[in-house]
């Protein structure tokens, strides 16, 4: 069996203060070798440069592969063309594609832009780079909460996969059978390509329900009603989130998971609490 692997998303630090401890935080995650960093992208081109200036520091701070996000929604070809010659410029050779989420403000009017979904920002990839980039494309088990149907989403998934994806990160999610019967519905649909869950650490209740709510993932009433009992038990809920969330972990590569993508919120210590866990094979 071939080793899984472990890559880390940071996002563009938003205060002077949150960038001055980001370097710390690379170096933290780095020491564990992780495949590769990924960087998020504010849609509409809201942090471009706040995404290539995290990508700097990654680069400056560890000697691991960084793969920015790149959202398409309300941009147009010339834009992004530009981006992906800075990128590769740089020496980038993964990009993580997304439609992205517009600010609830610009969502409104119809956004203006010359790509609609991510299945054509990855054909403009293709088109423009060939194979240079590897890509790598969102997919959600549990259905993307603005999805016509389960059956739709699917469709447009397998979309995104027919226009040159390499691999897919998962949605958030805290229920391994959601992510099982994904991976059984590519399976059956002859899509080869590996499917790595994303994985969200609990710290702290409200930024989970607000997390979950935010994205359409299930938290499961159990575990948000635990979660509530111990919103002022700091220790208490850090423990409950660790053991949960190695479970979860555990239960993924068991079943077959080609790896993890730790959402870190650039956070070093509650990924690496988790990572430790997953490759020592201990969970609770
Ligand atoms: C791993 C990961 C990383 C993320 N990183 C970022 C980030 O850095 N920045 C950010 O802004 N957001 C990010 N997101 C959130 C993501 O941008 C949102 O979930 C967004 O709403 C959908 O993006 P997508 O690429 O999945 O879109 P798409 O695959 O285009 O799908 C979007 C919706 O449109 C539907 N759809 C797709 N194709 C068609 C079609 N041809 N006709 C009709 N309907 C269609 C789908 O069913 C779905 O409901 C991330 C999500 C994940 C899972």
Request: hydrophobic share 40%; net charge negative.
């Amino acid at each position: 069996m071939t080793q899984p692997t472990f890559s880390f998303e940071l996002f563009p630090p938003r205060t002077p203060e949150a960038s001055a401890k980001l370097p710390a935080v690379i170096s933290r995650l780095a020491s564990v070798r992780p495949a590769y960093f990924s960087v998020t992208h504010g849609a509409g081109g809201s942090d471009q440069d706040g995404t290539y200036g995290t990508l700097l520091t990654v680069v400056e701070h560890s000697g691991v592969e960084v793969a920015p996000h790149l959202t398409c929604i309300g941009s147009t070809h010339a834009n992004v063309a530009a981006q992906l010659d800075r990128y590769r410029a740089a020496g980038v050779k993964r990009i993580v594609a997304l439609r992205g989420d517009l600010p609830a403000t610009a969502m409104s009017a119809a956004a203006p832009g010359e790509f609609q979904f991510a299945n054509q920002l990855v054909s403009f990839i293709r088109k423009e780079h060939g194979d240079w980039f590897t890509i790598e494309v969102a997919a959600y088990p549990e259905v993307h909460p603005q999805a016509a149907s389960s059956d739709k989403d699917f469709e447009y998934f397998c979309r995104k996969v027919e226009a040159g994806a390499d691999g897919a990160l998962t949605q958030l999610f805290y229920n391994a059978e959601a992510y099982f019967h994904f991976v059984d519905r590519c399976d059956k649909a002859g899509l080869n390509i590996p499917i790595v869950p994303g994985i969200m650490p609990i710290t702290n209740y409200a930024s989970t329900v607000r997390f979950c709510n935010g994205c359409g993932a299930d938290l499961p009433r159990w575990v948000k009603l635990r979660l509530e009992d111990l919103q002022y038990d700091k220790q208490g809920l850090l423990d409950f989130g660790l053991n949960t969330v190695s479970r979860l972990c555990d239960t993924l590569l068991r079943g077959g998971a080609p790896g993890l993508h730790f959402y870190t919120i650039n956070q070093a210590e509650p990924t690496l609490r988790l990572w430790e866990r997953a490759t020592s094979g201990a969970t609770a």
